[in-house]
């Protein structure tokens, strides 16, 4: 099946800092690659779709300047949180769209735990 | 009107029984149906995808599709302890991908 990995699976920062997190699908090809954010116990939340060679497309209410959303090559997307608050510490997990793809289907990577000091 | 709605549960049932998770989705325009399952602090997995009506089964698993009724439903035969997680409905039409909220199943030994 298809995989996505993620990079850092968990990662500690004090505030006020800037967190990077790494999105790859390692045996597809993923044109669009999505970014959510969950809290404990709470539903999955999108955040942005992220297209290869084109800016991301954010949900309403997601701060683009603070989310900074790369997606440079088919395999690679980045999510940057910049200036990290506590209230920042979630959950986020990458998803990927194999290409091509009948069915619209999207293959998660394993998630970030970001805890923010 | 939420465009996947799931019952949040919990649903509860004893060991070796089936399990019947239900979805309901309000766009008669939505084309793939998933299932993905997510234990507890880790991300979701997928489990089945259907598009056409009917039934479609692999291993325990059966993911039923009734467009006319815009309901989608997984059942978990033999169900194992091993089954307890949060169960996750997703449509896709176009470019679009929606999530229900999930449904929490625990499976009692």
């Known amino acids: 099946g298809a995989v996505v990995s993620q990079h850092p699976s968990r990662v500690i920062c004090k505030s006020g800092t800037s967190v990077k997190i790494e999105c790859r699908s390692l045996d597809f090809q993923a044109t669009t690659m999505f970014w959510y954010r969950q809290f404990p116990k709470q539903s999955l939340m999108l955040m942005a779709t992220s297209n290869e060679g084109s800016k991301a497309t954010y949900e309403q209410g997601v701060e683009k300047d603070k989310f900074l959303i790369n997606h440079a090559s088919l395999t690679l997307s980045t999510l940057t949180v910049t200036s990290a608050h506590p209230e920042d510490s979630s959950f986020y997990i990458c998803?990927?769209?194999?290409?091509?793809?009948?069915?619209?289907?999207?293959?998660f990577g394993p998630g970030t735990r970001l805890t923010v000091l | 009107q939420k465009e996947v709605e799931q019952n949040s549960g919990p649903l509860s049932v004893p060991e070796g029984a089936i399990a019947s998770l239900n979805c309901t989705y309000s766009?008669?325009?939505?084309?793939?149906f998933f299932w993905y399952r997510q234990y507890s602090g880790k991300s979701p997995e997928l489990i089945m995808f259907?598009?056409?009506?009917g039934d479609k089964e692999d291993g325990r698993f059966t993911a039923q599709l009734n467009k006319a009724s815009q309901y989608v439903s997984l059942l978990i035969r033999d169900s194992q302890p091993s089954d307890s997680a949060t169960y996750l409905c997703?449509?896709?039409?176009?470019?679009?991908?929606?999530f229900g909220t999930g449904t929490s199943l625990t499976v009692i030994p």
């Open positions: 998803s990927a769209r194999s290409l091509p793809s009948s069915y619209n289907e999207q293959f």
């Open positions: 997703a449509v896709s039409r176009g470019n679009q991908f929606y």
């Open positions: 259907i598009y056409s009506n």
């Open positions: 766009d008669r325009g939505s084309q793939s």
